[in-house]
């Protein structure tokens, strides 16, 4: 487990590489970090899907969510409560509808709603020996916000395409458990619009990296992970969280 949390660090250090590399913040860049984190798509821990842990979902599962976000100089600080339904598409894919509401520091909320799925593209041999395989999937999620904040009229929309590769397990017990890891480079673009008076849209884009750790039993319905994401801006927080999932074999 060792070597596979250091080939994932490695794996997330060359995806953030081109993230140092951005200098300058502007009205587009803060407007596109704040769509991403007042919607499911950046203010809710990633899920360890059926396509990431490399199993096949036969019915529909749902998930309890919660994420953190830390207050900073674009975003008071977040506590985001989500409820997630995935539903197998095929082998291989799913897809999933989120509804929750992200509780801001200063009192307000923000309703957030999106509309996902995720699909696995290939998996090859990992290391030498025990049947180890990297997965190589492809998701995306469409997002949407209505925050409340100072009695201003805004929604913000999300849009972010990753590449989740996660480490699978070798050859196990049917009813062992298993722990998978992965880490998702992503591209994000987000549109916020509000009026104060004036109307305004700012929208922009931003590279974005998240995962976290997989922990299930192929013989049981119940399975939880603990995940991270990050939107690459200048003070940005990471969000922190996890996922309770019930169903889906």
Not at 80 to 103: E, H, K, Q, R
Request: proline share 5%.
């Amino acid at each position: 487990m060792r070597l596979a949390v250091r080939h994932i660090a490695v794996l997330a250090l060359f995806a953030a590489a081109p993230l140092a590399a951005q200098v300058g913040v502007s009205a587009d860049d803060i407007s596109a970090y704040r769509a991403l984190m007042l919607t499911p798509v950046g203010a809710l821990p990633p899920i360890a899907t059926s396509t990431i842990t490399g199993e096949v979902q036969s019915g529909v599962a749902f998930a309890v969510r919660y994420g953190y976000v830390g207050g900073g100089d674009n975003l008071s600080s977040l506590n985001n409560f989500g409820a997630t339904a995935i539903l197998p598409f095929g082998i291989g894919t799913t897809v999933s509808l989120t509804g929750g509401v992200a509780a801001i520091s200063n009192g307000s909320s923000s309703l957030m709603l999106s509309i996902g799925g995720d699909t696995r593209i290939t998996s090859l041999p990992f290391g030498s020996a025990g049947g180890s395989r990297l997965g190589i999937g492809l998701n995306g999620e469409l997002g949407y916000g209505k925050p409340r904040e100072n009695d201003i009229d805004e929604h913000v929309v999300s849009l972010a395409v990753g590449l989740p590769l996660s480490l699978l397990p070798g050859t196990m017990a049917r009813d062992a458990m298993r722990i998978v890891p992965w880490v998702t480079p992503a591209f994000g673009y987000g549109n916020e619009t509000f009026d104060d008076g004036v109307n305004q849209t700012f929208s922009g884009s931003r590279f974005m990296i998240g995962g976290g750790l997989g922990f299930y039993n192929p013989s049981s319905s119940f399975s939880f992970s603990v995940g991270v994401q990050y939107v690459s801006i200048a003070n940005a927080q990471l969000e922190v969280g996890g996922n309770v999932v019930l169903g889906g074999r």
